[in-house]
């Protein structure tokens, strides 16, 4: 609709005619029937506020919280370490399944966080070439990595904004660690990650 | 409200306020209480927006303008054994605390709270050459009162010190803090790793009634260290360090954030 009215208002003694009075009335009425815009609605602070607004109005969100490396890598209760050897892992990227986010997005853009603390075993490294990387996957792609970190305990924070269209869409966290160089052995300890934090913020088009 | 409802008028009928009056009661009752009903799809522009009605508040502290002669090098923990409580608030320059005790933020049910932090450590030294050991920065929040004396870590659970993750405990629970490592591979002879910005990230979805955030601050405690050991040992995440390594760390910048986002 519009806010200026396209009707007159009734004239003096024109009040007894029905479908005139009917037509003025009507058109009042369907502005408030879904017809109210930016045209009625008061701009800047006092225009539309959070209480008005239904959740998710601009924007969703979903959390990861107290992530830490696969049940499935972990090897209780043969040692209390948490992490995989070498006897499990051969250096490819492992997709964290445990925990994920998965919800329908609309179109806009996903901001994607990961963070957390990692420790890469050293005791063997030779010369330190062991190195450790972590990568946030949507849908199943990379879309965020890390450089190969060369080191034994760090902290990992990742952050992206990605396009993303309506539709379901499943953000995780993957990693990867280097193979063995030939002196390890297979019931060595690799890598343990926890603290995980997993955000993803969709803000809509 | 709902959709006014009224019923026309017919040619010949007899004229009556009442009738009149109670299409009029009809719309007025209506516009007492827009809602999604009244409004067109899409009808609801930015400008109709006074301020971003779901980021309610970002909040920072950020120590970088600092000019460097102000610069408090030399941010020490030693002596205190590592596995002791060395916990000392981040106190470089005017310090990184986030005092919003003048003006708390409200989170509400439903909210989602961000605290996003950034600590640049340019040197260390320690006692001890070895790479996998590191100092911890911790978030703490005072949700009590603005006298700011009532710090408590951000997820609730114990301060990291003598009860952190020692072997055999859950250390999953213990997210609220960031980790800065004391030395990397490439320099572990001179145990004296390059500049290192250690990023913490906390995030949670607030339930139940209105929360006041009166202060954020972090606390930086060493040394830990995560030790290598057969299988069937004690290797977890980090566990105490043998050794008893004393350090200097030095914090040369410090950044930290509150976002509160809503709905």
């Keep these: 609709m519009t806010f200026r009215w396209t009707r007159r208002h009734v004239r003096t003694l024109n009040i007894p005619y029905a479908l005139g009075f009917n037509a003025e009335l009507n058109h009042y009425k369907g502005e408030l029937n879904s017809g109210i815009d930016r045209d009625n609605l008061p701009t800047g602070p006092s225009g539309v506020t959070s209480p008005m607004m239904v959740d998710g109005a ?10 830490e490396i696969d049940v499935s890598m972990q090897r209780h209760p043969v040692a209390p370490f948490v992490g995989p050897s070498y006897s499990q892992y051969l250096g490819g990227w492992h997709v964290h399944l445990d925990e994920e986010v998965e919800e329908d997005w609309l179109e806009g853009t996903l901001h994607c966080v990961f963070n957390g603390h990692v420790w890469r075993n050293t005791a063997y490294a030779s010369q330190g070439r062991t190195w450790f990387k972590f990568a946030i996957l949507f849908n199943g792609a990379i879309v965020h990595e890390t450089d190969r970190i060369y080191g034994s305990i760090h902290q990992v924070h ?48 | 409200m709902t959709r006014a409802a009224t019923t026309d008028s017919v040619p010949g009928d007899a004229l009556s306020a009442a009738t009149e009056n109670t299409k009029l009661s009809a719309i007025a009752t209506a516009t007492a209480d827009v809602d999604a009903a009244n409004v067109r799809d899409e009808g609801v522009d930015a400008r109709n927006l006074g301020d971003y009605p779901a980021h309610v508040t970002m909040q920072m502290q950020d120590n970088a303008s600092t000019s460097a002669t102000t610069y408090q090098d030399g941010w020490t923990i030693g002596g205190a054994a590592y596995g002791a409580d060395a916990r000392q608030e981040l106190t470089h320059n005017s310090g990184v605390r986030l005092d919003l005790s003048a003006s708390p933020v409200t989170v509400q049910a439903g909210d989602l709270v961000v605290i996003e932090w950034q600590v640049l450590k340019e040197l260390v030294t320690t006692t001890l050459r070895a790479s996998s050991y590191c100092w911890v920065v ?29 072997p055999g405990q859950p250390h999953d629970e213990s ?50 260290g995560v ?8 290797p977890r995440f980090i566990p105490y360090p043998p050794g008893n390594p004393t350090g200097t760390i030095d914090i040369e910048r410090c950044q930290l954030a509150l976002q509160v986002y809503r709905k």
């Design chain 2, 175 to 224: 997210e609220d803090f960031s980790l800065i490592p004391h030395a990397d591979l490439i320099n572990l002879v001179a145990h004296n790793a390059p500049n290192y910005t250690s990023r913490g990230y906390w995030a949670y979805r607030h339930s139940g009634g209105d929360r006041l955030i009166y202060g954020i601050t972090l606390m930086l405690s060493g040394i830990y």
């Design chain 2, 138 to 166: 911790q978030g703490y929040w005072d949700i009590t009162d603005a006298t700011l004396t009532n710090f408590e870590t951000l997820s609730g659970n114990a301060e990291i010190g003598n009860t952190f993750s020692l």
């Design chain 2, 227 to 234: 030790l290598f050991s057969a299988v069937g040992s004690i």
């Design chain 1, 58 to 67: 601009l924007h969703k969100w979903g959390l990861q919280s107290e992530m």
């Design chain 1, 158 to 205: 990742l952050e992206c904004v990605i396009p993303v269209a309506s539709g379901s869409g499943k953000v995780q966290v993957a990693w990867r660690a280097n193979s063995p160089i030939g002196v390890e052995a297979a019931t060595a300890d690799i890598l343990t990650w926890a603290g995980g934090k997993l955000v993803a913020f969709n803000r809509y088009r």
